[in-house]
Nanobody, 125 residues
Framework: VQLQASGGGLVQAGGSLRLSCAASGHSFRHYTVGWFRQAPGKERELVAYISWDLVSTYYGHSVKGRFTISRDNAKKMVDLQMNSLKPEDTAVYFC???????????????????WGQGTLVTVSS
């Protein structure tokens, strides 16, 4: 699976951005997919994921209620709608596919099988 992320940019606090990730490969529809982010000097962290059948979603505590993840298996796309953005959301965002979900419904960056290139989101105060 190859992943291509887009949609990052500069936005003022309180604004919105929509990130998109286009996938290639026949296995996309079988994988849980999601978004991670990495701020300067910090570890890469899970933001959100959605299961292959669209039944299950997960959101990190800091983004819950503001971000929405969606996917279209026919189009091989996964999007992240980000609303009410805060300066602390500033990071490079990475789409990801095929990762291991633990008993706490979390997935570490180390468990990711496929990464897209990052897209920078900058939120100004």
């Amino acid at each position: 699976v190859q992943l291509q992320a887009s949609g990052g940019g500069l936005v003022q606090a309180g604004g919105s951005l929509r990130l998109s990730c286009a996938a290639s490969g026949h296995s996309f529809r079988h994988y849980t997919v999601g978004w991670f982010r990495q701020a300067p000097g910090k570890e890469r962290e899970l933001v959100a994921y959605i299961s292959w059948d669209l039944v299950s979603t997960y959101y990190g505590h800091s983004v819950k209620g503001r971000f929405t993840i969606s996917r279209d298996n026919a189009k091989k796309m996964v999007d992240l709608q980000m609303n009410s953005l805060k300066p602390e959301d500033t990071a490079v965002y990475f789409c990801a596919a095929q990762f291991v979900i633990d008993r706490d419904n979390y997935a570490s960056a180390a468990s990711v099988g496929y990464w897209g290139q990052g897209t920078l989101v900058t939120v100004s105060s």
